[in-house]
């Protein structure tokens, strides 16, 4: 059975570049035709899709947030890593790694993905 979890800092100053790590077991992220998404989700608001590598290391952004994503992977660890860059108050969110084979960012909600992590909270604050 697959299993996700995130990791990184909780809190990060505004500016700053947020990195976090999802690691995974039970399963190899280059495993054909699966995409390792990360996800978030902020207080009173919609499940936002932040981007994904996929199997081949592949990776897709959403366009509000090409500039300032980046999303890599360690296959030797069997993590993903996400960077974001220049963080604001608006990036403090409950930050998710799931899986899916692809259309992620079609997706309005976790239950959507065939497995996902427990989540990092995320405060962007001085």
């Known amino acids: 059975q697959v299993q996700l979890q995130e990791s990184g800092p909780g809190l990060v100053k505004p500016s700053q570049t947020l990195s976090l790590t999802c690691t995974v077991s039970?399963?190899?992220?280059?495993?054909?035709?699966?995409?390792w998404n990360w996800v978030r989700q902020a207080p009173g608001k919609r499940l936002e899709w932040v981007g994904a590598?996929?199997?081949?290391?592949?990776?897709y952004y959403s366009p509000s947030l090409r500039s300032r994503a980046s999303i890599s992977r360690d296959t030797d660890k069997n993590q993903l890593t996400l960077q974001l860059s220049s963080v604001t108050p608006e990036d403090t969110a409950l930050y998710f790694c799931?899986?899916?084979?692809?259309?992620?960012?079609?997706?309005?909600?976790?239950?959507?993905?065939?497995?996902w992590g427990a989540g990092i909270q995320v405060t962007v604050s001085s």
């Open positions: 039970g399963a190899s992220i280059t495993t054909n035709s699966y995409h």
């Open positions: 799931a899986r899916d084979r692809g259309g992620g960012i079609y997706y309005t909600s976790l239950y959507e993905y065939d497995a």
């Open positions: 590598i996929d199997y081949s290391g592949s990776t």
